[in-house]
């Protein structure tokens, strides 16, 4: 079936350290693989996406990794600041559902100063 | 910010009670969206809309229908709240010729609460 989800649900760094958020997937039949940021109060902010013929995609100081060999994606995010502190939710999207996001149950980054 | 807003923000309602959430968009984009976030579940789909008066059901679309009249404007209907119901709703837009599906732009939320 269709699932996505999340090896750990907090994430405590320390500022300045680097953050990995890990998730797994069970839909071998997936486009696109996308990392939204949700701070608190707020509606979900994309922050990249990995098409699934990549391993890697790297956006300003966010690198997205694939393996598909063990339908795994992480997130790292490099020098991680009180800024990033949120919840990351990994999300597949269905085009044939019109766009449809299926998405993870979300990992919460608390960054300490 | 993209122009998004929901209408309530915050409403609490009894069981029984019709309820309609309004979302209103700036961008002219063609694919709306609605999801409700719950502890433990993320967000899932409830129904979408990919232009005027044609709408589809989402993965969670039981007790809940759609309207939308205009390119703009994407309502959100219980028809009889229950305490299940009682949710966060996000309203999300799209469109396929900007980044394709990939970049969904969420709204602020409405909390919805069902006594």
């Known amino acids: 079936g269709e699932s996505v989800g999340l090896h750990l649900p907090t994430l405590s760094v320390q500022e300045g350290d680097n953050s990995i958020i890990n998730c797994a997937y069970s839909?071998?039949?997936?486009?696109?693989f996308i990392w939204y940021k949700q701070e608190s109060g707020k509606g979900p902010q994309f922050i990249i996406d990995i098409r699934s013929n990549m391993d890697k995609r790297q956006g300003q100081r966010v690198t997205v990794l694939l393996n598909k060999t063990v339908k795994h994606l992480s997130l790292q995010i490099a020098a991680t600041q009180p800024g990033d502190s949120a919840v990351y939710f990994c999300a597949e999207i269905l085009y044939n559902q019109g766009g449809k996001l299926i998405f993870g149950q979300g990992t919460e980054l608390s960054v300490k100063p | 910010d993209a122009g998004i807003t929901q209408s309530p923000r915050h409403k609490v309602t009894e069981t029984g009670t019709p309820v309609t959430l309004r979302c209103h968009q700036t961008?002219?984009?063609?694919?709306m969206y609605w999801y409700r976030q719950d502890p433990g579940h993320g967000l899932r789909l409830i129904h979408y809309s990919y232009g005027v008066k044609d709408t589809d059901k989402g993965e969670v679309s039981d007790g809940y229908s759609v309207s939308r009249s205009k390119t703009e404007d994407f309502l959100l209907t219980l028809e009889s709240a229950t305490s299940s119901q009682t949710s966060v709703y996000f309203c999300a837009i799209s469109d396929p010729g900007d980044r394709g599906f990939n970049e969904q732009y969420f709204g602020p939320g409405t909390r919805l609460t069902v006594t």
């Open positions: 961008e002219n984009h063609r694919y």
């Open positions: 839909n071998s039949a997936s486009d696109y």
